[in-house]
T-cell receptor, first 115, second 113 residues
Framework: NAGVTQTPKFQVLKTGQSMTLQCAQDMNHEYMSWYRQDPGMGLRLIHY???????DQGEVPNGYNVSRSTTEDFPLRLLSAAPSQTSVYFC??????????????FGQGTRLTVV | AQTVTQSQPEMSVQEAETVTLSCTYDTSESDYYLFWYKQPPSRQMILVIR??????QNATENRFSVNFQKAAKSFSLKISDSQLGDAAMYFCAYTGTASKLTFGTGTRLQVTL
């Protein structure tokens, strides 16, 4: 049982480049989400999904796109990277509270640097 | 919107001593969950303890316990018998539906000999 698998662990991009951060979970969780972590600001929600085909914006969605075509996968796309997107990114998954879930399971994080 | 506030950017404790990390939150929801997550230098987010708002009893997990004051919207974490391995960043977090978490800004805990 791998839990939440997030790739890559490290990435350096040039300003204007695009890339996709991959996130996959094998726990059949309904909810998946993306956060970014910046010094002194904790983790902030970028986008989240409550099920396949359903996504919504979080606190800091600008510059990012997501899609959820399957229960397992929730990729995060940076369309045109900017230095302000230098951060550590975390993917998380959670079971619906209806099924007793509350704990979020996190991936290992991606440290992204945009130069 | 919900907010979570951690007013202690850094704390220090001696090994074997007890330390308390503070957290306050604001919400208009009646059902919710509160968490403390630990983030060591490895960057991994590790759940330390969870509290359901409808439960009056404070949660306890071995050396970790919380003081949950619902009326005051306060949720502090007490670490007893501190160990070197407890050194990490600690985040307080809130969720109402489990689909998304709201985090505080974190408290960096140092453990000294």
């Amino acid at each position: 049982n791998a839990g939440v698998t997030q790739t890559p662990k490290f990435q350096v991009l040039k300003t204007g480049q695009s890339m996709t951060l991959q996130c996959a979970q094998d726990m059949n969780h309904e909810y998946m989400s993306w956060y970014r972590q910046d010094p002194g600001m904790g983790l902030r929600l970028i986008h989240y999904s409550v099920g396949a085909g359903i996504t919504d914006q979080g606190e800091v969605p600008n510059g990012y796109n997501v899609s959820r075509s399957t229960t397992e996968d929730f990729p995060l796309r940076l369309l045109s990277a900017a230095p302000s997107q230098t951060s550590v990114y975390f993917c998380a998954s959670t079971r619906d509270i209806v099924w007793g879930g509350t704990e979020a399971f996190f991936g290992q994080g991606t440290r992204l640097t945009v130069v | 919107a919900q907010t979570v506030t951690q007013s202690q950017p850094e704390m220090s404790v001696q090994e074997a001593e007890t330390v308390t990390l503070s957290c306050t939150y604001d919400t208009s929801e009646s059902d919710y969950y509160l968490f403390w997550y630990k983030q060591p230098p490895s960057r991994q987010m590790i759940l330390v303890i969870r509290q359901e708002a409808y439960k009056q009893q404070n949660a306890t997990e071995n050396r970790f316990s919380v003081n949950f004051q619902k009326a005051a919207k306060s949720f502090s974490l007490k670490i007893s018998d501190s160990q070197l391995g407890d050194a990490a960043m600690y985040f307080c977090a809130y969720t109402g539906t489990a689909s998304k978490l709201t985090f505080g800004t974190g408290t960096r805990l140092q453990v000294t000999l």
